[in-house]
């Protein structure tokens, strides 16, 4: 049998089980993820060099988003876990449904649509590449 309480062991467990990567994510973003995903795609697998400079030239809406997100985690990487950024590269990136925010639209003859305004939380996961 364990020692300890049961909300300590599940924290020893917890702590052991977790990502250690370095990441950033963007909660709440004013983008469908299907729109995200255009950009996302384009990066995954890159190392950051490269991926800033997509992000860069890319005229979608969504990759001044990811760019700030891609910094922030190339940031956290550095003084969190003092990586190289030269050595860098995007593990994971994704993007999940977030709440939708539900408008209305007035029609014709007393009628209404409604409109889906979607939004998104946006995940971008780094490591460093291993040395051959």
Not at 3 to 16: F, L, P, T
Not at 32 to 60: E, H, T
Not at 109 to 122: E, F, N
């Amino acid at each position: 049998m364990a020692k300890g309480h049961r909300s300590q062991i599940k924290r020893d467990r917890n702590e052991n089980q977790r990502d250690r990567r370095p990441s950033a994510k963007l909660s709440y973003a004013r983008v469908s993820v299907q729109k995200a995903c255009f950009v996302l795609d384009a990066i995954r697998g890159k190392d950051v060099q490269s991926a800033l400079g997509i992000v860069a030239y890319n005229p979608r809406y969504a990759s001044t988003l990811i760019e700030k997100l891609l910094k922030s985690a190339i940031a956290n990487a550095e003084n969190n876990n003092g990586m190289d950024p030269a050595k860098l590269y995007i593990a994971e990136c994704y993007a999940n449904c977030a709440p939708t925010m539900k408008r209305i639209h007035p029609r014709a003859q007393g009628r209404a649509y409604r409109i889906l305004k979607r939004m998104s939380h946006i995940t971008i996961i780094l490591d460093e590449k291993k040395e051959a």
